[in-house]
């Protein structure tokens, strides 16, 4: 997908029709809700990410720009919609409970800013792969993450909602993949600094934010059992046709090294 569809399609995440009263009446089940509560957070934390990308070279670049605020736009009314169906079980959420997350993530958060601009420098010119092919993995992660959730409550509203959600998050995979392709393909070094990135520094979404038990505990739900294992292959299949990273094998290890 180039930038400029994107821009055309991008829009707030539509809710109509979504009956979030539904879930006092039928309420999910603890473990789905301790999951909500995972991605309510680090979708409410993508602002975040874009201000770290912003002191890199991305800045420079109007497409990765233009796409970044797009997304960042898209993931805060993923966060929003979470949001409703944990406020509907009684739950804080929204603002109240981002403030609260923020305020609780201490020094490391001020610092990731620096280490980005850091990391930028040491890759120079490759930088722009390692973040597209990054970026790629993660949204990977996270729509098989939605869908897993979808299949493990079996809750038809949040079901739908999900889905929607995973539609947007189609069209992000679509620009940070193909991007990142043409950028693996264009230089050597982009390839062997990237896969080394990946290699050394890539967690699960969210584990540079949660804490590593709520890690365990959602990779441990959405993915321990073989239907999500599969799901973990799978995403792993689609990183080894990106150039130069075949067979890291990411998601798969990162399963069998955090689930119970």
């Not at 980005?116 to 597209?132: D, K, R, T």
């Amino acid at each position: 997908m180039d930038v400029d569809t994107y821009l055309e399609r991008a829009q707030r995440l539509d809710t109509v029709g979504i009956d979030f009263e539904e879930f006092g009446r039928h309420p999910l089940s603890n473990d789905a809700l301790r999951c909500l509560r995972y991605m309510h957070d680090v979708e409410c934390h993508t602002v975040c990410y874009l201000r770290d990308l912003l002191v890199t070279p991305a800045h420079r670049d109007p497409e990765v720009t233009t796409f970044l605020t797009l997304w960042n736009y898209e993931e805060l009314f993923h966060g929003e919609a979470i949001a409703h169906v944990l406020e509907a079980h009684g739950e804080p959420a929204g603002r109240q409970r981002v403030s609260r997350h923020r305020r609780q993530m201490g020094p490391k958060d001020r610092l990731a800013p620096f280490a980005h601009g850091l990391a930028s420098w040491v890759a120079g010119p490759a930088f722009g792969a390692v973040h597209m092919a990054w970026g790629a993995i993660n949204e990977w992660s996270t729509q098989a993450g939605y869908a897993r959730l979808a299949a493990c409550s079996g809750h038809p509203v949040l079901v739908e909602l999900l889905r929607r959600i995973m539609r947007q998050e189609g069209r992000h995979i679509d620009f940070y993949s193909s991007r990142a392709g043409a950028l693996l393909a264009q230089s050597a070094r982009a390839r062997r600094m990237t896969r080394w990135a990946l290699e050394k520094l890539w967690t699960p979404v969210g584990a540079s934010i949660m804490p590593q038990a709520e890690v365990r505990f959602v990779v441990s739900y959405l993915f321990g059992d073989d239907d999500g294992r599969e799901v973990a292959r799978r995403i792993d299949r689609r990183i080894d046709r990106l150039p130069g990273l075949a067979g890291l094998h990411l998601t798969e290890g990162a399963v069998e090294r955090l689930a119970a």
